[in-house]
T-cell receptor
Framework: SQQGEEDPQALSIQEGENATMNCSYKTSINNLQWYRQNSGRGLVHLIL?????REKHSGRLRVTLDTSKKSSSLLITASRAADTASYFC????????????FGQGTRLTINP | KAGVTQTPRYLIKTRGQQVTLSCSPISGHRSVSWYQQTPGQGLQFLFEYFSETQRNKGNFPGRFSGRQFSNSRSEMNVSTLELGDSALYLC??????????????FGNGTRLTVT
């Protein structure tokens, strides 16, 4: 079963608006990562946040992590058409499983 | 630096056949992980190779196998193909054994269709 679950499964907004995606997970983690995937392509790493961090920024991206609630959010500000893609969270569980576990993803569509 | 290269980009096979997919990691990266992506199951971990040794394996049948060469290039093989093996197979490389506090670098995948 998937460790991470993204919410919503799909999101459609107008260009220029902010987009927020959420990820919930089940076990304790070492870190959480966000990836973007354009249709039919590979995943591109966006940001990594460690379990002892609460917030991280990278350009128009802002990621928060709440380990007490086992959840993370990805905020994309001032969205652009090029941000249209699927976004996945991936967790590194602190259970010795030794693998990244991906969620099902959020499909984001930016309308011009 | 060149990115992760996967070949071929597309494959069409029939049930019962076998297939070999190739992955060349970023130069200097010693870890190669393989994932299967389908609409229903999402991204599922297949296995990871580091320094020519399989370090971890996902919950897939023995028909799925892989190997890594001394130059870190990796291949995965699927024997006795089934319709359910149709998927996008993604390879990802990393300088160190997974998991660690560094990102995975993905190739663009091989789209396998089994008919």
């Amino acid at each position: 079963s998937q460790q991470g679950e993204e919410d919503p499964q799909a999101l459609s907004i107008q260009e220029g608006e902010n987009a927020t995606m959420n990820c919930s997970y089940k076990t304790s983690i070492n870190n959480l990562q966000w990836y973007r995937q354009n249709s039919g392509r590979g995943l591109v790493h966006l940001i990594l946040i460690r379990s002892n961090e609460r917030e991280k920024h990278s350009g128009r991206l802002r990621v928060t992590l709440d380990t007490s609630k086992k959840s993370s959010s990805l905020l994309i500000t001032a969205s652009r058409a090029a941000d249209t893609a699927s976004y996945f969270c991936a967790t590194d569980p602190d259970d010795g499983a030794q693998k990244l576990v991906f969620g099902q993803g959020t499909r984001l569509t930016i309308n011009p | 630096k060149a990115g992760v290269t996967q070949t071929p980009r597309y494959l069409i096979k029939t049930r019962g056949q076998q297939v070999t997919l190739s992955c060349s990691p970023i130069s200097g990266h010693r870890s190669v992980s393989w994932y299967q992506q389908t609409p229903g199951q999402g991204l599922q971990f297949l296995f990871e190779y580091f320094s020519e040794t399989q370090r971890n394996k996902g919950n897939f049948p023995g028909r799925f196998s892989g190997r890594q060469f001394s130059n870190s290039r990796s291949e995965m093989n699927v024997s006795t193909l089934e319709l359910g093996d149709s998927a996008l197979y993604l390879c990802a490389s990393s300088p160190w054994e997974q998991p660690n506090n560094s990102p995975l670098h993905f190739g663009n995948g091989t789209r396998l269709t089994v008919t």
